[in-house]
């Protein structure tokens, strides 16, 4: 009996004990939803839709205290009751105020966007755009997710089907066979055959690179790089460029990466932060960062971890979420990449050596459930991007035209988008983008941008189809 007591006694300690850290778990706020909270706090006065009621609209970009971020923000928290805004700080977190101006810039995004019309890549159709007038040829339909594609000096072109297949295109046909010998790839998710990129001196070398999300133990990948040389319809004479140790990869099918690109004997390529979002902060992962080796996977001795404790050599600049674009300005050498933000938030950055670049720290997004991730888009020691898009266009592939078929955009920045289908045009000046022009929209989620030694402009696009830009006038080819 005596016993019983005790152990009563103890229960009861014990409850009393965990009573207030159970009772102070239920009482933390949860994340809220900010539509939900638009509905609830906005909509009588600036309408359900946001075009305006009692209070003006909010589409039609038209601010009497501010256009940028921070007014519409300090508007929404102090309001201004003479014009009849209340202030929202209390009932909102500064969290959920960055994630209200998120949604109102979403919001406005789409009205504008409806209102405009812009021109899809049909084959053949001639677009004329603000300075060159131009028409789409359609190489090769019918494949799966065509995530890259990249010109031999020969013509023929290389193509990465997503399932990890290495497709040839070869005088205007694809040929049925894929290319032989290719590495296993986890094609779940986003996952799969990754880039491809030729060596600077491929016409005396050979050598062929592929990105890929390499399978490990337990259902874990991580973004790994071979290089071969293509033989007889085989990769053959592979070898490994980088691949991370086994116990670092992780489960997950997004955000793998990856892009390629060239320079001074070096190799720079990204890998996305795998869905896990604090691997971006540690040094010890490969995931979330751009690394930079030498093109045979040798470790340059001047990388800016080289020799810290814990953390990986390989890795150049840090604090990435998706980055699917990557390359260098030819007039300036500066190392551009483009990374996918969550909902709204997508990034331009100039890349800088062992920089922070502040995923999840600092983000111009919020999660894709409409709750908020921080309120902070600046800290000391994090780079601010060039530029950012909210809402989201879901950046892909960039790349620098250098060629002289379209003589006018020499210099200037190709960005593919997929949620937003669309290519656009970035001139930048002085390290910031001073001008932007959609070239098309519809037809399909651009999934890489090349900027080819013949001077066209080639595309691939998720619904499996290559294409490329040439000037109006040139010959009509025969879609395949």
């Known amino acids: 009996m005596r016993r019983l007591q005790i152990s009563l006694a103890l229960a009861v300690l014990g409850l009393i004990v965990t009573l207030p850290l159970f009772v102070l778990a239920q009482s933390e706020p949860h994340p809220r939803n900010i539509a939900k909270l638009y509905v609830e706090l906005c909509a009588s006065c600036h309408g359900p839709t946001m075009t305006g009621g009692q209070a003006p609209s909010l589409l039609d970009n038209e601010w009497k205290w501010g256009s940028d971020d921070a007014s519409i923000a300090k508007s929404i928290k102090e309001g201004n009751l003479t014009a009849g805004m209340p202030p929202m700080a209390n009932a909102l977190s500064e969290q959920e105020v960055r994630a209200m101006v998120i949604y109102i810039r979403e919001q406005g995004a789409k009205f504008a966007r409806e209102k405009t019309t812009f021109t899809k890549p049909d084959a053949n159709r001639i677009v004329k755009s603000e300075v060159h007038t131009f028409k789409f040829e359609s190489l090769a339909i019918g494949l799966d997710v065509v995530w890259a594609v ?131 902060q540690d040094l010890s992962r490969p995931n979330g960062k751009i690394h930079r080796i030498f093109d045979d996977g040798r470790v340059p001795e001047d990388n800016p971890f080289v020799g810290k404790a814990g953390a990986l050599p390989t890795i150049w600049s840090y604090g990435h979420r998706n980055p699917q674009g990557l390359d260098k300005d030819p007039a300036t050498g500066a190392l551009y990449d483009v990374e996918h933000g969550p909902r709204g938030g997508d990034e331009l950055n100039l890349i800088g050596k062992g920089k922070n670049y502040g995923w999840p720290v600092i983000t111009y997004g919020m999660n894709y459930d409409g709750t908020p991730i921080t309120n902070l888009t600046a800290k000391e020691g994090m780079e601010q991007p060039v530029t950012y898009w909210v809402p989201s266009i879901a950046v892909s592939s960039i790349a620098f035209y250098t060629g002289s078929k379209f003589p006018q955009w020499k210099g200037q920045l190709f960005l593919g988008a997929l949620a937003g289908e669309e290519l656009r045009r970035l001139v930048i000046k002085d390290g910031q983008v001073t001008h932007q022009e959609v070239l098309f929209k519809g037809g399909g989620r651009v999934r890489d941008v090349v900027n080819a030694a013949d001077g066209y402009i080639y595309l691939t696009f998720d619904g499996g189809r290559v294409a490329r830009l040439v000037p109006a006038d040139a010959p009509a080819t025969a879609s395949r």
């Open 150 to 280: 990249e010109p031999l000096p020969d013509g023929r072109l290389l193509v990465a089907e997503k399932p990890g297949r290495l497709r040839i295109i070869e005088n205007g046909k694809l040929l049925e066979t894929p290319v032989g010998g290719v590495p296993a790839v986890s094609s779940k998710g986003q996952g799969g055959l990754l880039d491809i990129g030729i060596h600077p001196d491929f016409a005396a070398n050979g050598w062929i690179y592929l990105s890929y999300s390499d399978p490990g133990p337990g259902d874990s990948a991580m973004t790994a790089v071979v290089r071969g040389k293509l033989k007889d319809g085989q990769f053959v004479e592979q070898q490994t460029i980088f691949k991370a140790p086994a116990e670092l990869y992780r489960q997950g099918p997004n955000h793998f990466g990856s892009r390629f690109v060239f320079d001074k004997g070096y190799l720079y390529f990204t890998i996305g932060e795998r869905g896990q979002q604090e691997d971006a």
